[in-house]
């Protein structure tokens, strides 16, 4: 039985890795931590989402896809451009990147657009989970697919397991559709690289910061 002191620290300890070990995930560990994230909650159990375990040679050849898709399409997203979000969240990601800049500096030249080109090949990381949902889902249903992420981010940290969440590959789904081979209902939610955090890695000892209560809460008594 896991104690709350347990379920606290993982909570509040889990970051996001973008470096990993050249070292496989044993697969009966990739089934534990998919069992986690199976026990989310959702709307009447519906359990909205599906899983899609990338590894090898199928990894491999959905990199291919995204990369070329990126480099004839060349889709950015930058919500500090876009005004397409509210000013204090634009400003939440600005602080984002000026704080891991210095960490991403460590790592030499040509890395100015680390975020973006190591999104587009999922960090290196050896195992890459893409969540789907049948696309006659409403989307409120996201809500679920996002506890089922969460379940599965804690339970790789409780594993010694680094994740990082990415949605930026997204913007070419008709290259994940060509690489997976999906059906046309199956839509693509999330991608998750899920592998042995390389210590030894700069990007990995970097934190984002979180907002206050004072920001984040309102009380109504």
């Excluded at 060349?74 to 984002?96: C, F, H, M």
């Excluded at 960490?103 to 290196?124: H, K, T």
């Excluded at 060509?178 to 030894?200: M, Q």
Aim: hydrophobic letters at 40%.
């Amino acid at each position: 039985m896991i104690s709350s002191m347990d379920t606290l620290a993982c909570l509040r300890e889990r970051r996001t890795c973008r470096g990993f070990l050249r070292r496989a995930v044993p697969a009966p560990i990739i089934d534990e931590i998919l069992t986690d994230a199976l026990w989310a909650p959702s709307a009447s159990n519906q359990q909205p989402w599906h899983f899609h375990v990338i590894e090898g040679k199928s990894l491999a050849h959905l990199n291919q896809f995204v990369k070329l898709a990126h480099q004839e399409q060349r889709r950015s997203y930058d919500p500090s451009k876009g005004k397409t979000i509210p000013a204090q969240y634009v400003q939440r990601t600005k602080e984002l990147f000026r704080a891991i800049r210095p960490f991403i500096a460590q790592l030499g030249d040509g890395n100015a657009a680390f975020i973006e080109s190591g999104s587009f090949r999922f960090y290196d990381a050896p195992t890459v989970a893409l969540i789907t949902m049948h696309a006659d889902m409403p989307p409120v249903r996201y809500l679920d697919i996002g506890m089922a992420a969460q379940n599965l981010m804690l339970s790789a940290h409780a594993r010694g397991l680094g994740t990082c969440a990415i949605a930026l590959t997204l913007m070419y789904t008709d290259a994940i559709r060509a690489a997976l081979n999906l059906p046309e209902e199956a839509l693509p939610v999330l991608f998750i690289a899920v592998g042995y955090p390389d210590p030894d890695f700069p990007v990995n000892q970097f934190r984002s910061g979180r907002e206050g209560l004072e920001t984040c809460v309102t009380r109504h008594t």
